[in-house]
Every structure is written in C-alpha cells, then in structure tokens.
C-alpha cells in the first residue's frame, strides 16, 4: 500500500490522475477469516487517510482506495465494527441473507454455476431471465454483481453489458478494452 500512498499523494488524493473514482482492491481470504481479517485490519489502519470508510456497507468517507474481501470473508467481525476500512464480496447464493448483506457491496460467483451458454449464438431465453433476475435482485439491495470464469467472448461481454451486471471479470484485457471502445 506504500506505493499507492505515493501515487495518492502526487495526484490530488485520486489513484489515477483526472479520474476520481476509487480504485478497488480485492483481498481474498484463504485462511480462517476472523484471524486473516484480525491482521488485515491491523495493516489498514496503516493506511487509513487512503482508503474509504464504511459502516457496514454504507460509506462514510470516501478516499482512492475500497477494499473488497472475498473467499472466508470475516462476515460476523465486520457486522461488529462501528466502522471499517473494508466490505464483502460474497457468494450471489446468500443474496437472501439480510444480515450478511448489511456488509456485502458485490455479490459474484463463478459462471458455470448458473449457466451453461458458452457465447455461441443466443443466450437461452431461460437463462437469459435467470440473468436478468439476480442482475435485478443484487441492484434492488443496491449492490454489484459479477461472473468469474466466463466464457470470455464478446457475445458474453455484450449480453452481461446489456443485462446490467456492474463487473465484466476477463483475461483479455486488449480484447475487452477495443470492444468497449467499439461498442460506444
């Protein structure tokens, strides 16, 4: 986080000079969460003027950096905090738990897990609908969403686009790049 303070510092209180949304970093737990969230926030706290604030999933101070963790995320330790340096990516499976979503602000699983279209043709009208309804459902709980391991073509890209999903999670960064471009 050194050299992001840097970066910060030399630009105005942004990451990216004349763009003033924050940059996310994605923290994935793959140890016990209440221990691994115990040292991360003792980290945090490092780096407080950097990075925004929450209370549960609301912001109270925005800064260039938000924090996302995901994997063994310590749900039950942040619903403690009055406020934290950080907010929860969870599994789209526990979009029916209010408690839990009072600290998630993206909701993502893996694409296989839904879905079986592969980008050729048409999406399938019923999965074109599931898409659309948890798209609808993450959006009225004012949350994001997002697909891990898509099919990563530009009619997968064109039809989470048009449904509305907040993240577009690719490989090809040059290939997603010149079709976003193409696509305005």
């Known amino acids: 986080l050194d050299p992001l303070r840097r ?14 949304a924050p940059i996310i970093l994605m923290v994935d737990f793959k140890t016990a ?25 609301s912001v109270i101070e925005q800064k260039a950096v938000n924090i996302l963790i995901s ?25 029916g738990d209010t408690l839990q979503a009072k600290v998630v602000t993206r909701y993502s699983s893996g694409w296989g897990a839904y879905f079986t279209w592969k980008g050729k043709g048409k999406m399938p009208e019923a999965q074109q609908q599931k ?38 999670n690719t490989d090809k960064l040059a290939a997603y790049s010149a079709f976003c471009k193409k696509s305005k």
């Open 71 to 95: 994997g063994s995320a310590p749900v039950a330790a942040l619903l403690k905090e009055d406020s934290a340096l950080a907010t929860v990516d969870a599994d789209l499976r526990s979009m």
């Open 131 to 168: 898409l659309n309804a948890l798209v609808a459902q993450a959006h009225r709980m004012g949350k994001h969403i997002r697909f891990y391991h898509i099919p990563d073509k530009p009619a997968v890209w064109r039809t989470l686009k048009e449904a509305g999903v907040d993240w577009i």
């Open 7 to 20: 970066i910060v510092a030399n630009n105005g209180g942004r990451v990216y000079s004349g763009y003033s």
């Open 33 to 57: 969460g209440p221990e691994t969230y115990l040292k991360l926030k003792e980290v945090l706290a490092g780096y407080r003027d950097i990075l925004t604030v929450y209370q549960h999933d």
